[in-house]
């Protein structure tokens, strides 16, 4: 029995001492100190943590995040285990402010020079958008430029809201709270990384099929597999192209030959135009010697001036075979853009080569005709055929006669 008193009068002066120590911790929490806890209630505008107190303590919303929260619940959930860091303590009113943000923002500072260092690719989430770029929350505000989001320029941002970016740290200023991110550089080394496994695989001469990535004034980008090739504007097509916008738009599905690969330069050269039939393939078909077609006058030059007769195949016609009248240069009486006859005087397909000629056409030669015999001549001119008629009809006697008579 008395063992029995013994041991409840222990056990009783060990809860004792335990309820006392745990008191005595609880009555040396102040400002500063750095607390775990659960979140056990949200309101809109602040969450309760039990943190093992006599009372709970408060984070304020502004206190939860380092970036702009909408509602308390957006940034934490019930049942969720935080660090937290004491704002204030006040015992008589049974209030006790915690922030969450300052926890984070010191182990965030620590955690990003580790992935600076380490140029560690980490994610993030996209919190807001602003002017010049997107806010994501890294336990600080962390800044991504619109620059440094994705490899091509964007022009609204407004759907990047609640998106989440691979990243890497771009620049750090713990004094200035400033922190610098990309996504951009992330990007850029996984092209590199494709781009050498696909460009060691390319050969030329290979037909391959891609997207149009975009168009500049010189061609079009082309992506076939994760690496972007240049069509220049001159391998767009067959017949003569003034913009790249007239035979492709971004988003296109294309065949394209590859023509050069330049491993060093990280450049691959490809060709549309070569990836189709070419126009002279058929020329033997299409057309035949001493036929005449119509055709479009393409470029003059001193010596002559080409026809287009379809895209891709031109004619020269000759400064000899343009007119019936002598001319000096071909832009007397051409003009690029003019719609012409011609005909085919010879084709050569080996040279890739076809001579034209305008004034051996039926048109040219009738119109030829219709202007000899219109044309009005001066009185001058009528007397000189006149003469010259006469002269042609005089007899030998006529011509000769006094000489003629000492023979008689």
């Known amino acids: 029995m008395t063992e029995e008193l013994n041991k409840n009068e222990v056990t009783e002066t060990e809860a004792k001492t335990d309820i006392e120590s745990a008191m005595k911790e609880v009555s040396t929490l102040k400002a500063g100190d750095a607390v775990t806890g659960k979140i056990v209630k949200i309101d809109d505008d602040q969450v309760f943590v039990d943190i093992g107190y006599k009372y709970d303590g408060i984070i304020p919303i502004r206190e939860l995040s380092s970036v702009k929260v909408g509602a308390a619940e957006d940034a934490v959930k019930v049942d969720q285990t935080v660090e937290a860091k004491i704002i204030s303590v006040d015992d008589e009113k049974e209030q006790l402010i915690l922030s969450k943000r300052a926890i984070d923002g010191e182990n965030a ?92 695989k390319l050969e030329v001469g290979q037909e391959l099929e891609g997207t149009v990535q975009r168009l500049t004034k010189f061609g079009a980008f082309v992506d076939i597999g994760g690496v972007d090739g240049l069509v220049h504007i001159s391998e767009l097509s067959w017949k003569h192209v003034k913009e790249p916008s007239e035979v492709v738009k971004e988003g296109d599905k294309v065949n394209v030959k590859v023509l050069k690969v330049e491993q060093e330069a990280g450049k691959i050269s490809l060709s549309m135009k070569q990836a189709q039939p070419g126009p002279w393939e058929s020329v033997t078909e299409d057309f035949s010697e001493g036929t005449e077609v119509e055709g479009t006058v393409k470029r003059i030059a001193d010596f002559g001036a080409f026809v287009e007769l379809k895209d891709g195949v031109e004619g020269l016609v000759h400064i000899s075979q343009i007119a019936n009248k002598h001319i000096s240069t071909p832009h007397e009486v051409l003009t690029v853009g003019n719609k012409v006859n011609v005909k085919i005087l010879e084709i050569n397909t080996d040279a890739k080569r076809i001579s034209l000629s305008i004034k051996e056409t039926a048109e040219a030669k009738a119109q030829n005709t219709e202007v000899n015999e219109n044309v009005e001549l001066t009185k001058e001119e009528k007397k000189l055929i006149e003469e010259n008629n006469q002269g042609l009809t005089m007899t030998l006697g006529e011509r000769f006669g006094d000489k003629l008579s000492k023979f008689k």
């Open 109 to 200: 500072w620590e955690q990003l020079e580790e992935k600076l260092n380490n140029n560690e690719i980490f994610e993030a989430t996209v919190a807001d958008v602003v002017k010049g770029g997107l806010v994501v929350d890294v336990g600080i505000r962390g800044f991504v430029p619109a620059s440094m989001v994705e490899l091509h320029f964007v022009e609204d941002f407004s759907d990047y809201q609640g998106r989440t970016l691979r990243l890497k740290v771009k620049e750090l200023d713990k004094e200035a709270n400033k922190v610098i991110l990309s996504q951009k550089d992330v990007l850029q080394a996984e092209q590199e990384e494709t781009k050498k496994e696909v460009m060691g």
